[in-house]
């Protein structure tokens, strides 16, 4: 059981020495632990609306017809399509959202269908099924 005082164990030393170092780390400003910011938490709203909601459909089918389309390409088809809608600033919104797709696809290719390797319900079906 602790008492509150300090110990004289071999601790002590590394500790005594670790608070004798402090005036000087923070002179070299010493980055530790206690500077760093947290993680950032994902968030799942948007903060502005979708500027690819009515034209999604038709990306994922030139996607599918063919996957390895830039984003460029897709953002110049849709400015065909659909006329004065889609300018070039959507440029990297696309690209991301290519990108997330891409991902998606690559999931499905490595695990089998199943998204997520931490998806219970997915699991649990693929093992009974083969079991």
């Given at each position: 059981?602790?008492?509150g005082e300090p110990s004289e164990g071999p601790d002590r030393?590394?500790?005594d020495q670790f608070l004798a170092s402090l005036?000087?780390?923070w002179r070299e400003e010493e980055a530790r632990p206690t500077h760093r910011k947290g993680e950032a938490k994902a968030r799942s709203w948007r903060t502005r609306e979708d500027p690819f909601k009515d034209a999604?459909?038709?990306l994922l089918l030139w996607?599918?017809?063919e996957p390895d389309t830039t984003a460029k390409d897709l953002l110049q088809k849709l400015g065909e399509k659909?006329?004065?809608q889609f300018n070039h600033k959507l440029l990297r919104i696309l690209q991301r959202r290519v990108g997330a797709w891409r991902r998606t696809m690559?999931?499905?290719l490595v695990f089998g269908g199943v998204e997520e390797c931490?998806?219970?319900q997915a699991v649990a079906a693929t093992v009974s099924v083969a079991g």
């Open positions: 059981m602790s008492t030393k590394s500790l005036p000087e780390l999604w459909t038709d996607l599918q017809k659909y006329p004065g690559a999931r499905r931490n998806d219970v």
